[in-house]
């Protein structure tokens, strides 16, 4: 499984940094560079592109600026030499936040979690089990719970921790709101908002900025706002 990657950074001695790193992993394929933001989103709208490692401070446009334009964007790993914008960066759903000059273990270390998230995906798109998909997730020290995908209702962070509220009961589990969205299916689930990922078929109201599920209504947040009401509308599936 190769993934396809671009790096868009305004330093040519950071961009050559990152193609050394990324030739030193098999899974990963290099396709272009960019040294804006611009280049990069228009190379996007034509070619398929599995993770972007992206400056900040870059001119015409910003990095988490560029996040905020993408409909749907790839995984993306922000590459940095400033240590302030991580909060901001996370809450655009980044995969991982490097602080320049990276060491090339902490590369591969945010390489080899995205590389296990997709194996992860591919293997739930292998093994449906009949008609019920399914997660197993450690709600204890020791529990594995099974938990049918078409059960889940709601997904709400907790800080470290989520809360998955399903048709049968509600889950306690230590993981985070980002990594546990990015184990489900992309066509069943979406974020919504920094505080929550939902099931698209359970969506039964949209109102303005927020849905409805179960009589409980859910704020969609200003980033997520085009891409929720688009996929939950008119269909434009991932």
Same mark, same amino acid.
């Given at each position: 499984m190769m993934l396809k990657v671009i790096i868009v950074d305004d330093e040519p001695l950071a961009i050559n940094v990152l193609k050394n790193y990324v030739v030193q992993v098999k899974e990963l394929e290099l396709i272009n560079t960019f040294s804006n933001a611009v280049d990069a989103s228009t190379y996007l709208q034509t070619n398929e592109v599995d993770i972007i490692f992206?400056?900040?401070?870059? *001119?015409? &446009?910003?990095?988490?600026?560029?996040? !905020?334009? /993408?409909? @749907?964007?790839?995984?993306?790993? +922000?590459?940095?030499?400033?240590?302030?914008?991580?909060?901001?960066?996370?809450?655009?759903?980044?995969?991982?936040?490097?602080?320049?000059?990276?060491?090339?273990?902490?590369?591969?270390?945010?390489?080899?979690?995205?590389?296990?998230?997709?194996?992860?995906?591919?293997?739930?798109?292998?093994?449906?089990?009949?008609?019920? *998909?399914? &997660?197993?997730?450690?709600?204890?020290? !020791?529990? /594995?719970? @099974?938990?049918?995908?078409?059960? +889940?209702?709601?997904?709400?962070?907790?800080?470290?921790?989520?809360?998955?509220?399903?048709?049968?009961?509600?889950?306690?589990?230590?993981?985070?709101?980002?990594?546990?969205?990015?184990?489900?299916?992309?066509?069943?689930?979406?974020?919504?908002?920094r505080s929550f990922t939902i099931s698209i078929d359970k969506v039964q109201v949209v109102e303005g900025n927020s849905v409805e599920i179960d009589d409980t209504r859910y704020t969609i947040g200003r980033s997520y706002i085009n891409d929720v009401k688009d996929r939950i509308l008119n269909g434009s599936l991932k």
């Open positions: 992206l400056d900040i401070h870059m *001119p015409i &446009i910003d990095g988490l600026e560029f996040i !905020k334009t /993408l409909n @749907k964007p790839p995984m993306i790993v +922000i590459t940095t030499a400033h240590e302030e914008f991580a909060v901001e960066s996370f809450e655009l759903a980044v995969m991982d936040y490097l602080v320049k000059p990276i060491p090339f273990p902490r590369f591969l270390k945010a390489v080899n979690r995205i590389v296990k998230l997709r194996q992860i995906h591919s293997s739930a798109d292998k093994n449906n089990f009949g008609d019920h *998909p399914s &997660i197993f997730v450690k709600v204890d020290k !020791k529990k /594995l719970q @099974k938990i049918n995908l078409d059960e +889940i209702v709601v997904v709400e962070s907790l800080k470290d921790y989520i809360r998955i509220k399903t048709s049968i009961g509600n889950y306690i589990v230590h993981k985070t709101l980002s990594n546990f969205t990015d184990e489900l299916p992309s066509d069943k689930f979406i974020r919504i908002h």
